[in-house]
Structures are given as structure tokens and as C-alpha cells.
């Protein structure tokens, strides 16, 4: 099994674990998987403490994506902030109920 890692973790780990160096193809594959088990580790954190540790992880892949992908924080921060005007934020926790659907 391959897993995504930080940089120093081949320096951490002392046991006989191997470490390779991904193609950029290859990383951008695995970036993306890596986004949804941080994301899913979000949302299973169970104590501020840990949601705010795996929010952080959560974020060191979105910019590992954005700068992969040649995306400055600055121009998605730009887009995000055009979406809010457009169609606001999430603070109203609003959730859409379609007829015939069940939540």
C-alpha cells in the first residue's frame, strides 16, 4: 500500500519502512485521494483539538493540490471570495429539501 506523506516522515520513521518518489503524474493521483481521506478524518474528529489538527491536514494537501497545479492561494482565495458574493456563504446553515426526498 502506498500512502502520502509528509516530507520529514522518512527521517522520523526508524524502522525498515521503504519511501519512493512519486512521478507528478502519479502525485497528482494520489493528492486527490489524499484530499478525501483528510477530508473524511474532518469529519470524524470527535474533539476541537483533533478538528483542528486534521483541518490543518486538510489544508496542507489543498495547498499541496494548489501549488502542484501551478494555483496561487491568492487567485482560489479570489474565487472563493466571487462565489460569496455571487451565492453568500454558509452561515446561515441553510440545507436544501427537494420534493419527494428524504433527508
Known amino acids: 500500500m502506498k500512502k502520502l506523506v509528509r516530507d520529514k516522515i522518512p527521517d522520523i520513521i526508524s ?3 521503504q519511501f ?4 507528478n503524474e502519479d502525485y497528482r493521483v494520489i493528492l486527490r485521494t489524499k484530499i ?9 474528529a470527535a474533539t476541537r483539538a483533533n478538528l483542528v489538527e486534521e483541518l490543518g491536514d486538510l489544508e ?3 495547498r499541496a493540490i494548489l501549488d502542484d497545479a501551478s494555483i496561487t492561494y ?18 446561515k446553515k441553510f ?9
Open 20 to 23: 519512493e518518489v512519486l512521478s
Open 60 to 62: 496542507e494537501v489543498i
Open 74 to 91: 491568492e487567485e482560489m482565495d479570489s474565487l472563493r471570495q466571487a462565489k460569496i458574493n455571487q451565492k453568500g456563504k454558509f452561515a
Open 36 to 44: 478525501i481521506e483528510e477530508a473524511k478524518e474532518v469529519q470524524t
Open 95 to 103: 440545507v436544501m429539501i427537494k420534493p419527494n426526498e428524504e433527508s
Open 15 to 17: 524502522d525498515d519502512t
